[in-house]
């Protein structure tokens, strides 16, 4: 993958990241301001939220070791969604494929609950303090409509078989998901399992995960609700993760979803309407290799996606108050196709990722605040592949325990609490301008800055949709009004660039690419995956309520600035 982002480009970015104080000898490229006395809001939190296909993934050595990470880096409990989590079969998981046997019949058709595997995932999420959005399904095979099919995924043979398809008793199915509730409030308590979210299915939109009509999934997510709150009568209920909104039919599906929730009639109750406490749909961009052999990401898709949904969900004013998760919200489709399969999917190496993540999820968040919805949640569908190998290139945050440059996003995220600064930025590219044509244009400089107390930190991008060689670009970060306790401030610069010092893939690359890596290796990848610094703190003695920082910054690149005093 290497021609698709050529490697010289690494020499360069060594040289030029840097961090003076008041180094005005050059007219920047772009002016970040920063009011320290401003309020904004809280710090959003919505990034905390990842997700997976293979829930099985979670119990093993490297899914654990990935789980205890993400809660070492977040100041808050990390929710997680993850897929096929009532399927028939092995336990033993493949890519897309998962299966728990939570639920087998006798030869009378009598139900047999089988909590053994099921124990072993949610116990690993109360270990590292993950909340479940639970996601009843995929449908067990002993209650599968689908039965002139195979029942397994195959991938990427079969895509959507018996395990696909709508239960052939719904109130077996009901009778399956009101004992799983039960069995969590008896083990894990009320107070835990009212902190977790619950939801039928997964993009029930079309036929890549439902083999049902629209009727058929409200008539799942009328019973599913239902069963839900016989055991726990406050549960957090919602749905229906529905795919894309770019797409003509996901729309039509979450509006008339919507309307039946408000006012159709409950298939479980007889009654009018179904409870909704939040509201769910996807978002996918599209990456590509284009005709001059460089990658190329697909910000307007996504952003595009993201802003439909929230002014279908403005148009029901009984629901725009309601949180809103992004169920899966990634730069393309699939995380179980490796770059040997799809080669732009190569970007999953470099910091244009957390750098794509940071300005996308910036672009969210002005386009909630633009129709007064309620964005809580952005689930980033990734996680690991244990036993493939090093670096294919499937969509993960780390390969055989090594961390990728991704994960270091959730590090910066982190590391921010507190309340938002009022932020300006002249190299911002606005809404309207990203829902036109992406990043495509100029480069996207911006920032997301927060205060706690006697810290400030400076989350900072450097992106465009392109992935190629370019300058750096020269950034000042501006902050004003500090207070007269500030006298003297220590400022710290993180990064996530693709320094092969930094870039975990390129490090691996300099090692000759090695598929059996030595301990030695192996513990040298480790250190380069953590969040690192570009030099030693310094500190600014003097200050007199303003503080400018000048950054040289590759593109792609993202920084954390923290200051405190």
């Not at 069963?227 to 795919?243: F, K, Y």
Request: glycine share 6%; hydrophobic share 35%.
């Amino acid at each position: 993958m290497t021609s698709l982002y050529p490697t010289h480009i690494v020499l360069l970015i060594v040289c030029l990241v840097s961090l003076p104080i008041h180094a005005n000898h050059h007219t920047p490229d772009a002016v970040i301001k920063i009011d320290a006395s401003s309020n904004a809001g809280e710090v959003p939190t919505d990034w905390a939220w990842v997700g997976h296909d293979e829930i099985n993934y979670a119990w093993y050595p490297d899914g654990r070791r990935l789980l205890g990470e993400l809660d070492y880096a977040s100041q808050v409990p990390m929710y997680i969604r993850a897929h096929n989590m009532l399927n028939s079969g092995t336990e033993e998981p493949s890519l897309k494929w998962s299966a728990t046997n939570v639920y087998t019949e006798d030869k009378n058709g009598n139900p047999v609950y089988n909590f053994e595997v099921i124990d072993r995932i949610f116990d690993t999420y109360q270990e590292f303090n993950f909340k479940p959005m639970v996601q009843f399904g995929f449908m067990p095979e002993a209650l599968t409509t689908g039965t002139d099919v195979p029942y397994e995924r195959d991938w990427p043979n079969r895509r959507t078989e018996g395990w696909a398809f709508p239960p052939n008793d719904y109130d077996k199915w009901a009778k399956l998901v009101e004992t799983m509730v039960k069995h969590w409030v008896d083990k894990y308590g009320e107070k835990e399992t009212l902190s977790w979210i619950y939801e039928p299915w997964n993009e029930p939109a079309g036929a890549g995960f439902f083999r049902g009509t629209q009727e058929e999934y409200n008539k799942l997510y009328d019973y599913t609700i239902e069963a839900v709150r016989r055991s726990l009568p406050d549960a957090v209920v919602g749905g229906p993760d529905v795919q894309s909104l770019t797409r003509e039919h996901s729309v039509v599906f979450l509006r008339n979803f919507l309307e039946h929730c408000r006012s159709g009639t409950n298939h479980s109750t007889g009654k009018t309407g179904t409870p909704l406490d939040f509201i769910a749909f996807h978002t996918k961009g599209n990456v590509a290799v284009n005709e001059d052999n460089l990658i190329q990401m697909g910000s307007l898709r996504q952003v595009a996606g993201v802003d439909i949904g929230f002014q279908i969900i403005a148009d029901f004013p009984e629901y725009k108050h309601l949180p809103i998760v992004l169920g899966e919200s990634d730069p393309e489709g699939t995380a179980a196709y490796s770059v040997a399969e799809r080669p732009q999917n190569g970007y999953r190496h470099y910091a244009i990722y957390p750098a794509y993540m940071a300005a996308l999820n910036n672009k969210f968040r002005q386009s909630a605040k633009r129709h007064g919805v309620n964005l809580e949640g952005i689930v980033s569908w990734a996680f690991t592949f244990p036993e493939k190998p090093w670096f294919a290139g499937y969509r993960a945050f780390s390969t055989h325990n090594v961390d990728k440059p991704v994960f270091n996003y959730f590090r910066m995220a982190g590391m921010m609490s507190g309340h938002l600064l009022d932020t300006t930025s002249n190299h911002s590219i606005a809404l309207d301008a990203v829902l036109e044509s992406g990043f495509s244009g100029e480069a996207d400089i911006d920032a997301l800055a927060a205060r706690n107390g006697k810290s400030i930190t400076i989350m900072v991008w450097n992106y465009h949709d392109l992935l190629t060689e370019v300058e750096p670009s020269k950034t000042q970060l501006s902050i004003n009004n500090l207070p007269k306790t500030a006298s003297k401030v220590l400022i710290e610069h993180f990064i996530i660039d693709d320094d092969p010092n930094r870039n975990t893939y390129l490090a691996w690359q300099a090692m000759g690419s090695p598929q059996s890596p030595s301990d030695e290796q192996i513990a040298e990848l480790q250190r380069i995956g953590q969040l690192q610094t570009v030099d030693s703190p310094r500190w600014i003695k003097g200050v007199s309520g303003d503080v400018e920082i000048d950054l040289t910054l590759p593109r792609p690149s993202l920084s954390l600035v923290r200051l405190s005093w």
